[in-house]
T-cell receptor
Framework: KNEVEQSPQNLTAQEGEFITINCSYSVGISALHWLQQHPGGGIVSLFM???GKKKHGRLIATINIQEKHSSLHITASHPRDSAVYICAVRPTGTASKLTFGTGTRLQVTL | NAGVTQTPKFQVLKTGQSMTLQCAQDMNHEYMSWYRQDPGMGLRLIHY???????DQGEVPNGYNVSRSTTEDFPLRLLSAAPSQTSVYFC?????????????FGPGTRLTVL
């Protein structure tokens, strides 16, 4: 079993829909990252969370440390949000070493 | 700032050849890492460094060497390429201070080993 599990693996939505991507992990962590990767593109950091909730534009990330769970929400989705969203955790005591989920592929259609 | 740069963007090797993937960052970050990304799998850590002169193995280090002679540069060497090393390679750097940790990734190198 992977230390970091994401769901769903694939997601198709229509423009304007509210989207939720989930991430569960099985180890103690000091930080959790949400990353975005466009097709054929590089990887961009969206959020780093150690507790609570963060918001940036139409993106919201939450984390529940006790339940070892995080969610990434996209409000009013747009075709340009189509990408792979990756959850990664920094296990406690591992400096900057990250463990990654396999990603959620999101396609937003008109 | 250029951020994290990687060269080359694409490379085709024959089995047994050696090569070096270059990675550089201009943000004075202490931490640098090399990952490989394969279909259906998450990014996996190959090697990492917590500062100049200090390197350590990650999850999948076999067949790869690294060195960190300066803060800026973190090259990855493939000693004798094998088809199993066909992958996309990402270099990353980060600054970690307590609970603050921002990751910066390079654009990736797509490597094919024939």
């Amino acid at each position: 079993k992977n230390e970091v599990e994401q769901s769903p693996q694939n997601l198709t939505a229509q423009e304007g829909e509210f989207i939720t991507i989930n991430c569960s992990y099985s180890v103690g962590i000091s930080a959790l990252h949400w990353l975005q990767q466009h097709p054929g593109g590089g990887i961009v950091s969206l959020f780093m969370l150690s507790s609570g909730k963060k918001k940036h534009g139409r993106l919201i990330a939450t984390i529940n440390i006790q339940e070892k769970h995080s969610s990434l929400h996209i409000t009013a989705s747009h075709p340009r949000d189509s990408a792979v969203y990756i959850c990664a955790v920094r296990p406690t005591g591992t400096a900057s070493k990250l463990t990654f989920g396999t990603g959620t592929r999101l396609q937003v259609t008109l | 700032n250029a951020g994290v740069t990687q060269t080359p963007k694409f490379q085709v090797l024959k089995t047994g050849q050696s090569m070096t993937l270059q990675c550089a960052q201009d943000m004075n970050h202490e931490y640098m890492s090399w990952y490989r990304q394969d279909p259906g799998m998450g990014l996996r850590l190959i090697h990492y460094s917590v500062g100049a002169g200090i390197t350590d193995q990650g999850e999948v280090p076999n067949g790869y060497n690294v060195s960190r002679s300066t803060t800026e540069d973190f090259p990855l060497r493939l000693l004798s390429a094998a088809p199993s090393q066909t992958s996309v390679y990402f270099c990353a750097s980060s600054y970690v201070a307590g609970y603050t940790d921002t990751q910066y990734f390079g654009p990736g190198t797509r490597l094919t080993v024939l």
